[in-house]
């Protein structure tokens, strides 16, 4: 089976060089560099419902994010980063990690278990490493969607279980006496 590839991005109008972007942005604390990174990634998401931030907040953090790169760029407009998302994206992707924290550090600061200690030094390290900002972030994006779903019907989830080669359990005898499913 051939696989489709995206059509390739259109080049920016104001390319974003990688270094300038990391160092204008270089004095955010952890969860700013959140903020502009969710704006990154998907300006379309809720960053403020997946990062429990008030709308105004955003909205300030990427006005601040947009002052520090305009002083740092010869030519700015206020869609550069946006133009500019496939390569931010790919080129944070493939930083080399720098002593990162293991991913399922990622998951327990989500999840609110982790100590005090290791919180700070999660935060500190994302002050340092836009790869883990990118992998935090995704972590965000995918447990805002988990939150949103809901599971899907016997009847709706019956052609993934086909496709997958497996059957679903009987229901219990006593359910198909009564009719129920």
């Not at 390739?8 to 959140?34: H, K, N, Q, V, Y």
């Not at 779903?149 to 016997?154: A, R």
Request: hydrophobic share 45%; glycine share 4%.
């Amino acid at each position: 089976m051939a696989r489709q590839t995206a059509p390739p991005a259109p080049a920016p109008e104001i390319f974003l060089d990688w270094e300038i972007f990391a160092s204008a942005l270089e004095g955010l604390s952890a969860l700013e560099r959140e903020v502009v990174w969710m704006s990154v990634l998907n300006p379309a998401a809720d960053a403020d419902k997946m990062l429990h931030l008030d709308e105004k907040t955003v909205a300030a953090t990427m006005g601040k994010a947009q002052e520090l790169l305009r002083g740092r760029s010869d030519r700015w407009s206020a869609d550069m980063l946006a133009q500019n998302r496939p390569l931010l994206a790919k080129t944070a992707a493939a930083l080399a990690p720098k002593d990162c924290p293991e991913p399922k550090q990622f998951l327990r600061l989500l999840d609110g278990q982790i100590t005090w200690r290791g919180r700070l030094e999660v935060e500190h390290h994302m002050t340092l490493c836009w790869r883990c900002v990118d992998q935090m972030c995704r972590f965000r994006e995918v447990s805002a969607l988990a939150r949103l779903s809901s599971p899907l019907s016997d009847s709706a989830a019956e052609p993934y279980w086909t496709a997958l080669g497996l059957r679903t359990a009987a229901p219990p005898l006593w359910k198909r006496l009564f009719g129920m499913r």
